[in-house]
């Protein structure tokens, strides 16, 4: 049985240009609802894990920009994914760049004076369950990287 400590995780960005492997623990899972979290995933809030253990760029390393005097947040300059917060105190990594997110459901929120007012009830909102709409989303020819490391990508030739 593996331990926490002894545990690989690994992702990346959604072209495949930027991928990383952490070795070890990962702190915990957090969303930030600061603005600048809100404009860098542009989204309802930022969701970050912290990294304790070891991180690895395994293919090319992201592009940074400086958010603030102490902040800069990491993304793929290929195709935009948001990737890091890089603070004085450590690293902090996207939750939904990982290939495996199944056990990094957000434990606390950040700057909860700073969330968007509806965001509490978003998820009381009717769901769209449409089975052709499903279907027809299977038809589409996706160039997004797998969740799982590959030896070589881009497949098909795509250029990066």
């Known amino acids: 049985m593996t331990t ?13 240009a930027v ?7 990962l702190g915990r899972p957090s969303i930030c609802h600061c603005r600048m979290c809100q404009k860098q995933f542009g989204g309802f809030f930022g969701p970050l894990v ?15 920009f400086q958010s603030s ?13 948001p990737l890091t917060y ?9 939750i939904g760049a990982f290939d495996d ?13 700073s969330r968007l ?8 909102a009717p769901v769209h369950d449409d089975p052709d709409y499903y279907s027809r989303q299977e038809t589409i020819i996706s160039f997004q990287h797998p969740d799982h490391e590959t030896e070589n990508w881009p497949a098909h030739g795509m250029k990066l």
């Open 4 to 16: 926490e400590q002894e545990k690989t995780r690994t992702g990346g960005c959604q072209c495949g």
């Open 19 to 25: 991928r990383f492997r952490i070795h070890g623990a």
């Open 50 to 64: 912290t990294v304790e253990g070891e991180a690895e760029w395994t293919r090319e390393e992201p592009s940074y």
């Open 69 to 81: 005097v102490n902040i800069a947040r990491g993304f793929c300059k290929r195709c935009g994914t």
């Open 86 to 94: 890089r603070h004085p105190g450590g690293l902090e990594i996207a």
């Open 101 to 113: 997110r199944s056990d990094l459901a957000p434990q606390i929120q950040v700057n909860y004076g």
């Open 117 to 124: 007012p509806w965001v509490e009830t978003i998820f009381s």
